[in-house]
């Protein structure tokens, strides 16, 4: 954990102390214990790739969430299978699991992918308001994006409270008052970022240390799952 969290940059956050006090073993059961679960076969897969998502304003900016459309993830990952839905409902059991116990507003898994000759974070499960499922992976689109900025970097953001923030923001709800986002990095290469956590929160300086090293645990984790598809 203490290398994930220097290497991240987090350790402004984060001190030895309270990485050496943090029990990472409730964590680690519940989610094996999600993985591990045998599952032969998923009801209702269409839910699992189409996604309602807001239309996008120009520019592909800030979401207009009055106006809603369906995203076929199907599109981006490629062609379901039973293996591929069963992962994917794991990860919003997950997902599920770590939102409650963080008491996150929002909170996403989001894993790289080839998206018209560019790289993307493509949103796989999420709990919370609808939002956007792709964030480019590109210059441009970092400066606008902590999503897109941690995809590229590798470095983690955490906005404590958004009031005090002056950074770039991809802002399209007045209820965010904070958020966390932090990489996941593949379990072959320590330096590829395949993914990322996206956490919010409708209250300032929610993200404690504690709840940050929690939710950097199920990065962690969720290395070897996301590296296996």
Partial sequence: MEEYINKTKLD???????????????????????????????DNQDSLYNITVPKLGDGGTCSLKHEQETFNLETVIGKRSDQLSIIISKLY???????????????????????????????????????RPIFPLTDDFALISNNSTVGMTGTGRIITSLQEYDGPYYNCSDKVKSELC??????????????????????????????????????????????SF
């Fill in 12 to 42: 402004k956050y984060i001190t030895k102390e309270d990485i050496q006090q943090h029990d990472q073993s409730r964590i680690n059961k519940w989610y094996n214990e999600i993985i591990d679960h045998k599952t032969d076969v998923i």
């Fill in 93 to 131: 059991k997950i997902v599920q699991q770590i939102s409650n116990d963080t008491g996150s507003d929002w909170f996403g898994i989001y894993k790289t992918y080839s998206v018209d000759n560019d790289k993307a974070l493509i949103k796989l499960a999420y709990q919370g308001e609808i939002s």
């Fill in 182 to 227: 932090i990489p996941i990095f593949s379990a072959t290469n320590a330096n590829q970022v395949i993914g990322i956590i996206d956490a919010e929160s409708w209250k300032d300086k929610h993200f404690t240390p504690t709840l940050i090293l929690d939710i950097a645990t199920v990065a962690l984790l969720l290395s070897n799952t996301l590296s």
